[in-house]
């Protein structure tokens, strides 16, 4: 079955500290990976994405993700927290072209202590 | 750009009741999914629009429905509400006739059920 786990229901990191937030997926075919940020009373905003390619993928904010096949995990990374990186992240799988459908994990909310 | 465009942003609703909202992609953007956000059950996918036609479906009852318009603007319909029904509605929207993961969200359409 397709499904995105993401360990971390709550995370608490200390602004200027660094931040990885973990995902790991099942998925029968090759994935399209992604990273999705929510602030609260907002929609969804792209973060970043992994077609193909380098492993490493950068995105905004200064937020990078790992793809590692082996483990079957793209895990979000951030060298030093913003206090306005608090928010709720989800990362998602999804193939081409099945319309639009993208499979989320529960997400990770992102506290930061000043 | 405008980015995508949700109304109502807030509603409320008793239970037998039926509502639709809507939703305006962003310019140029002939693809529409709308997923339903809830605490306990995450991010699911409801069904994805393109060019008039429902690409995708997801494991909802009859009671969720939904159109898109030849502006692509669409609209999501659900009948005989239950207290479940509760939820934050989100549209988003993208550029290509094939999924790319690429979404732009709307803010979202907070339905409470009483």
């Known amino acids: 079955a397709q499904s995105v786990t993401q360990p971390d229901i709550h995370i608490t990191v200390s602004e200027g500290a660094s931040l990885e937030l973990r995902c790991n997926y099942s998925?029968?075919?090759?994935?399209?990976l992604f990273w999705y940020v929510q602030s609260p009373g907002q929609g969804l905003q792209l973060l970043l994405k992994y077609f193909s390619g380098d492993t490493l993928v950068q995105g905004i904010k200064g937020f990078e993700a790992e793809f590692k096949r082996s483990q079957s995990s793209f895990n979000l990374r951030k060298p030093s927290v913003h206090w306005s990186d608090a928010a709720e992240y989800f990362c998602a799988v999804g193939p081409l072209g099945q319309g639009g459908k993208l499979i989320f994990g529960q997400g990770t909310e992102l506290s930061v202590k000043p | 750009k405008a980015g995508v465009t949700q109304t109502p942003r807030y509603l409320i609703k008793t239970r037998g009741q039926q509502v639709t909202l809507s939703c305006s992609p962003i310019s140029g953007h002939r693809s529409v999914s709308w997923y339903q956000q809830t605490p306990g059950q995450g991010l699911q996918f409801l069904f994805e629009y393109f060019s008039e036609t429902q690409r995708n479906k997801g494991n909802f009852p009859g009671r969720f429905s939904g159109r898109q318009f030849s502006n692509s603007r669409s609209e999501m319909n659900v009948s005989t509400l239950e207290l479940g029904d509760s939820a934050l509605y989100l549209c988003a929207s993208s550029a290509r006739g094939e999924s790319t993961g690429e979404l732009f969200f709307g803010e979202g359409s907070r339905l409470t059920v009483l």
């Open positions: 998925y029968g075919a090759t994935p399209y």
